[in-house]
């Protein structure tokens, strides 16, 4: 049976071949791998760069006490960033299917628009989601602006939704009959976390305990960032933004305060970009 | 004039499907207004596309057809000196077009004479003009939403990845958001991925073969309703081809393979309404129905190409959709758990608008509203009885799991969670018909208190929306309010009997925004957005005099079409023109500031002119008419107000004989004008 390692091993390798670097995934808590500032950062700037990793990826909304067989608080990107996207990069795509064994004239793989958008960082960018014999697997954004600025030359994202594929190629209904490894199902690793994550998310997280949070990383991103020194500065910013989502999740932000807090999550991103460009910057006088 | 063949495709990566025709449609448009601005028009364009290529072909013009410019110079006095020689004007003119003094003419502009350079333009070849031609119109394209890609900077909808132009057999030079043109094309992702060379314009027919690509966008349409048609037949059925998905999906392959897939009866125990969205919006599948109009557990997908196995293609869509529908069941039955009414408190939560208050908040005003205008519907006793429930239930929906996973299906699910609760089907069919008319080729409510339901709720969303400022500018509308004005327009002018008893749209929305305490500017502006909203629609089939007329007429607006075709008939009335000048001979008078009208008796009138019109108005005020004895008594008063106006002088110098007259033709007018106002007819 295919499982999900395979899955990951094969994309690695495929990608590697095509000389993108392979990464290790970020060690914070994030609701998509986009943040990881391998993909924020290196979009930014006139730099090439290729980049492949596995993010975790958390959303508390879509916890289900792992009762839904396919909705879960946490699931795994595949993410591959390529600077400037070759004019190709569709085909290098449909070859990394094939690789896992899924070929273009076996299936219905289909280009279905999807404009990107990610507010809280102030990226959007247009693309499609990838369709394999009706199911959504992957999505594919020309990223347009990150931290509110014009990403120049442009990158593709690619990302592929692992629980998915790895379900469809083993032919499962849910996710948590998938092996992770042989004989260690998705189940055994987290339908237990599944249930303790919504249950915090839903239940037992403290509104107070978070905002202030919230508060405390939201000014110390900024005051890092006023005085230039960024990595930390932006870890900050996705602490804040992971305790956004679980204040959200917990029903305590109305749909007018939401505004608001995702518009000084942006704020605090598009500071941030705005270091990164100008050390940069400063870095190409130096060493010109 | 000899005329060459050009053919040009534009590749592009896959393009969002609602945007192929309008995209296409810009583009040849914009190509043949830019041959005709070049001088290189020939006739009209072919063109087609797929969700990955424009193409364009047709005939035009070898070479520019001659222009001359006549240029304007100096005044003829001032171009020579008094001696006859050539001024500094005159010099600096020759420099300016290049040409000699002696050849230039003289022409003649407002009575003065001046000197001009006839210049003719250079005539190209359409090999010189055409790429500029098409390169402008590419970039003058509308688009919704476009992006850059790669290192470049150029902009389109998606990515272009390969482009060609042809003149005649040759293949022209020339480069579109950095493509360069060659003599390439690709077949469908699927089936023929790698790039298919061709030699020239006919070859490339053939090779679209090869490569699997179906060009036109109706025979890809036709291909999949064949074939999906055959397919639904082994299942004993018939497709639903909803036209709207028929023409997505057509745009969403460049060659269509229908295939059948199935799924478990079980879900059949769901509402068809629920399984349709699901194949429809979710996954851009046809429902596949019985000969009496059910649900079949079938569908008809359309995968791109042709490719090799179809069967795992059938396998994982039939997959997709067993999650899908197990979702939509496991909804189901969590709404089916508690009823409607179980959700009415947590109404109060859910936010209408942040200026207008919660939905709870909306109930509680139109429950206000419904108290105090009872008597102004015309509703039956039954009907009038569950007019409060029907008013707690009709949102109660929003807080459904269904509708929450499929808002389309709002309406539609609190009918069917009513009828299934064994609900009275008046509470039900209200409900279902409350977002009636969705678009202007959808039909008002059918029962009586659905369409109360309609105006109710709109009511309250205008008059309060307009009361928080929230007017429609220009292209905006964010809150849809003309939608929501234009439902109250068709309702009441589209109902058989009237609505409201004896009251008019416009008593309605004051009642409901002094019920409110909402100014009374309020009212006004919703009244003409309502008004504006239905001349609007009715624009298609009426002009705008008539439409006018009528509306702006004392008559309740239902039956309002047959009302402005009997007007369209009267126009034709060899009358008219009497009864619509003597309408406008009062109406001008009467335009003047003359104070109050007075009661008038026959006695107080002095001469028989007066009192003909004083009998002929006495009869057109009659209630008992019909329409046809209306027009009788109209035509006579016509020619009263005629006689009146030819043989007294209705501005008399006696104030008192003055007042008596213009307050009688002011009745007149009054009959004249009770079915069409008629000072907007020309």
Not at chain 1, 65 to 94: C, I, M, S, T, W
Not at chain 2, 124 to 138: G, M, T, Y
Not at chain 2, 359 to 387: C, F, I, N, S
Not at chain 2, 453 to 460: A, G, Q, S, W, Y
Request: aromatic share 10%; hydrophobic share 40%.
């Amino acid at each position: 049976m295919t499982t999900l390692q395979d899955i990951v091993s094969t994309l690695k390798e495929y990608w590697k071949q095509t000389g993108v670097l392979i990464a290790e995934p970020y060690d914070l808590e994030m609701g998509a791998g986009t943040m990881n500032p391998l993909t924020f950062f290196r979009a930014l700037g006139p730099h090439p760069w290729k980049v492949g990793y596995v993010q975790p990826s958390r959303r508390p909304v879509d916890g289900r006490y792992g009762e839904n067989p396919n909705r879960v608080y946490q699931h795994h990107q595949f993410q591959v960033l390529l600077k400037p996207a070759p004019d190709d990069v569709v085909e290098l795509y449909l070859k990394s299917l094939e690789a896992l064994g899924i070929h273009r004239r076996d299936h219905d793989i289909r280009l279905v628009e999807d404009n990107w958008e990610a507010p809280s960082i102030g990226a959007w960018g247009l693309g499609w989601e990838i369709w394999l014999d009706g199911m959504e697997i992957s999505q594919f954004t020309y990223f347009q602006q990150m931290g509110g600025f014009e990403c120049r030359p442009v990158s593709a994202e690619l990302t592929y939704g692992l629980e998915r594929l790895t379900s469809y190629l083993a032919n499962l209904e849910d996710i948590w009959s998938i092996e992770w490894a042989p004989g260690v199902s998705y189940r055994d690793l987290f339908q237990r976390v599944e249930w303790e994550q919504a249950t915090y998310s839903f239940e037992l997280a403290d509104p107070k305990l978070l905002l202030d949070l919230f508060n405390l990383y939201e000014s110390e991103a900024g005051r890092l960032l006023r005085q230039g020194v960024l990595r930390p500065g932006y870890e900050f910013l996705v602490k804040a933004s992971h305790v956004f989502n679980t204040l959200d999740a917990r029903g305590v932000i109305s749909i007018t305060e939401r505004q608001a807090y995702i518009g000084r999550q942006r704020k605090l991103a598009h500071r941030a970009a705005e270091v990164y460009l100008d050390q940069i910057s400063s870095s190409e006088v130096a060493s010109s | 004039m000899t005329a060459v063949r050009f053919f040009v495709e534009i590749g592009v990566e896959e393009m969002p499907s609602q945007y192929v025709r309008p995209i296409l449609e810009s583009l040849t448009q914009g190509i043949s207004n830019g041959l005709i601005g070049s001088r290189l028009y020939h006739e009209p364009l072919s063109s087609h596309a797929t969700p990955r290529r424009l193409v364009i072909w047709g005939t035009v013009l070898a070479q520019q057809t001659p222009k001359q410019t006549v240029v304007k110079g100096p005044l003829l006095s001032v171009a020579y000196d008094s001696e006859g020689r050539q001024t500094a004007a005159l010099e600096g003119f020759c420099r300016r077009v290049g040409l000699d003094p002696e050849k230039l003419h003289d022409i003649e502009d407002n009575g003065k004479r001046y000197l001009a350079a006839t210049i003719s333009e250079a005539m190209h070849r359409a090999n010189a003009i055409l790429p500029e031609v098409l390169s402008q119109a590419f970039q003058a394209l509308p688009l919704p939403r476009s992006m850059r890609w790669g290192v470049g900077d150029y902009r389109f909808i998606r990515p272009v990845r390969w482009i060609a132009l042809w003149i005649g057999e040759e293949l022209v030079p020339w480069t579109l958001a950095g493509v360069p043109s060659q003599a390439i094309t690709y077949g469908n992702r699927t089936d023929h991925p790698e790039s298919l060379p061709y030699k020239d314009p006919d070859h490339y027919w053939s090779c679209l073969e090869e490569g699997r690509v179906i060009l036109p966008f109706e025979t890809r349409k036709q291909q999949i309703v064949e074939q999906g048609q055959q397919l639904a037949q082994k299942v004993g059925g018939h497709v639903d081809w909803d036209s709207e998905l028929l023409e997505e999906v057509s745009n969403l392959v460049e060659w269509p393979t229908p295939f059948l897939g199935s799924f478990d009866e079980q879900y059949l125990a769901v509402p068809a309404p629920v399984l349709v969205t699901s194949m429809k919006v979710h996954q851009r599948y046809f429902p596949v129905y019985d000969n009496r109009g059910k649900l079949l557990p079938a569908f008809i997908g359309v995968r791109n190409g042709i490719g090799d196995r179809l069967d795992l293609v059938v396998r994982g869509n039939q997959k997709v959709l067993r999650a899908r529908l197990a979702d939509a069941q496991y909804f189901f039955n969590l709404d089916r758990a508690a009823p409607l009414s179980d959700h009415l408190p947590a109404l109060k939560q859910v936010i209408f608008h942040a200026k207008m208050g919660s939905y709870g908040e909306k109930l509680e005003r139109m429950h206000h509203v419904w108290h105090e205008t009872q008597g102004w519907w015309d509703l039956d006793p039954a009907e009038a009885a569950v007019a409060d429930q029907v008013i707690d239930l009709y949102k109660t929906d929003l807080l459904t799991h269904v509708v929450q996973e499929f808002p389309e299906l709002e309406g539609e699910m609190g009918a069917i969670y009513a009828r299934l609760e064994g609900e009275s089907p008046l509470i039900a069919d209200a409900i279902g018909e409350q977002y009636r008319p969705k678009s202007p080729t959808d039909s008002i409510p059918a029962t009586r208190l659905g369409q109360w339901l309609v105006l109710m709720d709109r009511l309250d969303t205008l008059v309060l929306a307009y009361a928080a400022g929230l007017k429609p500018s220009g292209s905006e509308d964010p809150f849809a309010l003309r939608r929501a004005a234009l439902a109250v327009g068709r309702v009441v002018s589209e109902v058989d009997a009237s609505l409201l008893r004896n009251r008019t749209v416009r008593e309605m929305i004051r009642k409901v925004a002094h019920l409110h305490q909402i100014s009374d500017s309020v009212v006004d502006d919703v009244y003409e957005l309502v008004v504006q909203r239905l001349a609007n629609y009715l624009q298609s089939e009426f002009s705008s005099a008539l439409i006018q007329a009528a509306l702006r007429a004392p008559q309740p607006w239902n039956r309002l079409r047959d009302r402005i075709r009997w007007m369209m008939e009267l126009t034709q009335d060899e009358a008219w023109t009497s009864v619509a000048q003597a309408f406008k001979r009062a109406h001008r008078v009467l335009q003047t500031d003359w104070g109050e009208p007075l009661a008038v008796e026959l006695a107080d009138l002095r001469t028989p002119v007066e009192q003909n019109l004083w009998l002929a108005v006495k009869d057109l005020e009659s209630e008992n008419f019909s329409p046809e004895a209306w027009w009788n008594a109209a035509k006579e008063v016509a020619i009263a107000i005629h006689a009146v106006f030819d043989q007294v002088l209705v501005m008399d110098p006696d104030a008192t004989v003055k007042q008596r007259r213009l307050s009688l033709l002011r009745r007149a007018n009054q009959g004249l004008g009770r079915y069409f106002d008629l000072s907007v007819v020309e």
